[in-house]
């Protein structure tokens, strides 16, 4: 990466006697779309209002653009932030929320009403809406305003805090486009907070996913989706099946894998790190529900199978979801199919479903 224009180091956080980050690290690139995942509590909003300038580090660094952030206020950053709650003044119109930052800055009242105009077209807000008050407009126009007050000044990178969470689920859909869109034509660095992984994956270039105030892992989406750092990133990220199976080495330094629960060979597997598959704990193989089908006949060549019961369905329209319980596994096997004018089973049915082993993805504890 060419160089970060936020690069945080080893940061420690520490609210009195609760420490929230464990030496984090993080890397934003120029125009970077960054999404913060992770359960609640972990420390997301408090890297982001550490990047933004609302809390300071108790130990490690931070630059951005190049500049050590120590002691330099909010203000002064080359960062803004969207909160969750959205924190418009609700005395202000949406022309004074808009020109407030630029105002502060003691930009000519032209330039602001020029600056303020062009935001208003770039989220797609109404013309008429100037005059109005926050409280005069929906849930979505007053999300917009505030992203539009955040990046009036141009900042090099927008800071947001779960800013579609109390939106309802088609407003989101459609902010979520909009947000892909602004971000691609602005150019700017995004790091979004979230809670919605949906939401990460399709709207981020790289993932980073917290847990108790440390990263676990940090990815492209298909990296964090497919080839998971453990079983708490896997399980995190959209739904999964695990699949419990035994390990052993082979001559050549690879890995066997089978499984007593299916029916099929044991496949060999390489490994970058095959002594942890060899070691104590539970391996798993991972599989994603889209990568399971249900089979007609015996398996074919690579194919493992499992039998089970059909416990329930979930018609989504474009998809069908599955839900086998198979004999020895703790959770049922879920499965997405494509969508089809006919169910390919009825709950209570016996059915065989198959899947590849070389193309699901080992784990282990
Ligand atoms: P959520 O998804 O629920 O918003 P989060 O991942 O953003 O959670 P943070 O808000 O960063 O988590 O909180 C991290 C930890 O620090 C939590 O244990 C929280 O209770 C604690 N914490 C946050 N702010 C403060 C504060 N001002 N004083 C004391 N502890 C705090």
Excluded at 181 to 190: D, I, N, P
Aim: with cysteine; hydrophobic share 45%; proline share 6%.
């Amino acid at each position: 990466m060419a160089t970060p224009i936020i690069d945080a180091s080893h940061i420690v956080k520490d609210y009195g006697r609760v420490r929230a980050l464990h030496g984090v690290s993080l890397e934003v690139g120029a125009g970077e779309f960054v999404a913060l995942v992770g359960p609640s509590g972990c420390g997301k909003t408090t890297l982001l209002k550490i990047l933004a300038g609302f809390e300071d580090i108790t130990e490690g660094r931070l630059e951005i653009e190049g500049k050590d952030m120590r002691g330099v206020p909010a203000a002064s950053r080359p960062t803004r932030m969207v909160f969750q709650k959205l924190a418009l003044f609700p005395h202000k119109t949406v022309a004074q929320n808009i020109g407030f930052p630029l105002k502060l800055q003691k930009f000519d009242r032209a330039e602001i009403d020029r600056r303020v105009v062009a935001m208003l077209e770039l989220m797609h807000l109404n013309p008429d809406y100037l005059d109005r008050f926050p409280a005069q407009l929906s849930g979505g126009e007053q999300q917009r305003v505030a992203l539009a007050r955040a990046l009036v000044s141009h900042p090099g990178v927008l800071l947001l805090d779960e800013p579609m969470s109390a939106l309802d689920a088609k407003l989101k859909k459609s902010l979520q486009a909009e947000l892909k869109k602004l971000h691609r034509e602005l150019g700017t660095s995004f790091v979004l907070v979230t809670h919605d992984l949906e939401e990460a994956m399709m709207l981020a270039d790289k993932i980073c996913v917290m847990r108790a105030g440390r990263m676990v892992q940090i990815g492209t989406p298909t990296d964090i989706y497919y080839r998971p750092a453990n079983m708490f990133v896997a399980g995190f990220i959209g739904e999964t099946n695990f699949l419990p199976v035994d390990v052993s080495g082979t001559l050549e330094g690879g890995l066997t894998v089978g499984s007593p629960l299916v029916a099929g060979q044991p496949v060999v597997m390489e490994s970058g790190n095959v002594s942890e598959f060899l070691g104590e704990g539970n391996k798993a193989l991972l599989i994603r529900p889209e990568s399971i089908g249900f089979l007609a006949g015996e398996p074919g060549p690579g194919q493992w199978m499992l039998t089970g019961v059909v416990e329930e369905y979930f018609i989504k329209g474009s998809s069908t979801q599955y839900r086998v319980r198979v004999a020895g596994l703790d959770a049922p096997v879920v499965m997405d199919l494509p969508g089809s004018f006919e169910l390919p089973a009825q709950v209570g049915e016996e059915v065989r479903i198959g899947f590849e082993p070389m193309r699901a993805f080992l784990l282990s504890e």
